[in-house]
């Protein structure tokens, strides 16, 4: 979209303040950002759900910087009018400040990405309130966070009682103070997502979090089904099949290959008349000046 104007930080607080919702999905590489863009996507995440759905990994733990960094340069060349987040990767925010801005400027300055994503709450709010002090636009992520899925004991619900309630509520207030400038609330209770929004000022945007978030995030594989098999999730609406139709191409073109269909007449280019004789002639007085 060529008129497309990208977000900022400040507009999106506007967008909550009026109460009109942002989209997101998730994007890795140049086609999808760039259809993603003319769709009038509001913000693209390059999440390291990559490892799941584009590496084939079994988690997001293996996704490194050099991964992040290399998709998300990838997908700001396919949006260049689209506000870009790139998340951050399995610890590389857990440790000193120094190594933690070392990972963000390789994601700024090498991938070119607008804003960064970490997981976690509380113990992250320092962290974070660094990370903005330097110049850095961040965006939270608490309820499910993947990469911590081992500790927290799998895919698991959050906010389903009165005590995770009041922690995610903590969470999201402790990453409003350090300067984040939204939060993304996963597989969270709608109940508790909605008392979240309402109580902060920055937008969230939900995933599995329902109705009340100021936004919504989905994986782009989910969308559209771009999976073998499509394994279906509660919290997600698909709205294409495109793993269907790959597969049926790809089956379609190996059929006409075998029986010879492809490539037909209307795909073939045709030489000026006399070159295949003149081809075979001079092979032919090779042949006989070599005898």
């Known amino acids: 979209m060529a008129n497309k104007q990208a977000l900022n930080i400040v507009k ?44 084939g990994y079994d988690s997001t733990l293996p996704v490194t910087i050099d991964d992040m960094v290399y998709h998300t340069r990838s997908v700001v060349r396919g949006a260049g009018n689209t506000f870009i987040v790139a998340d951050m990767p399995f610890m590389t925010y857990h440790g000193s400040v120094d190594e933690t801005l070392k990972g963000v400027r390789r994601l700024m300055q090498e991938g070119h990405a607008h804003a960064v994503k970490m997981e976690g709450g509380v113990e992250i709010a320092d962290t974070v309130k660094a990370v903005v002090q330097a110049g850095v636009p961040v965006l939270g992520h608490i309820g499910l ?40 609330l996963e597989l969270v209770t709608e109940e508790v997502a909605r008392a979240i929004s309402e109580e902060l000022s920055i937008p969230t945007i939900g995933i599995g979090a329902g109705r009340g978030c100021d936004g919504q995030v989905l994986v782009f594989h989910d969308v559209v089904q771009y999976a073998s098999p499509y394994m279906p999730k509660r919290f997600v609406k698909t709205y294409g099949d495109v793993g269907t139709l790959i597969r049926s191409s790809i089956e379609a073109y190996v059929k006409e290959v075998k029986d010879r269909s492809f490539p037909a007449q209307e795909h073939v280019f045709t030489a000026a008349d006399g070159v295949v004789e003149q081809l075979y002639g001079h092979r032919k007085e090779k042949v006989e000046s070599n005898s």
């Open 12 to 55: 999106m607080k506007k967008y909550k303040q009026d109460g009109v919702p942002l989209s997101m999905i998730t994007a890795y590489d140049y086609p999808t950002a760039l259809l993603a863009e003319e769709a009038g996507i509001d913000l693209i995440l390059v999440g390291d759900s990559l490892g799941n759905v584009v590496l």
């Open 145 to 184: 966070t993947p990469q911590s899925v081992n500790q927290i004991g799998g895919y698991r619900i959050q906010g389903k009682d009165a005590a995770d309630a009041r922690r995610l509520m903590d969470e999201a207030k402790a990453l409003e103070a350090a300067g984040a400038f939204g939060i993304v």
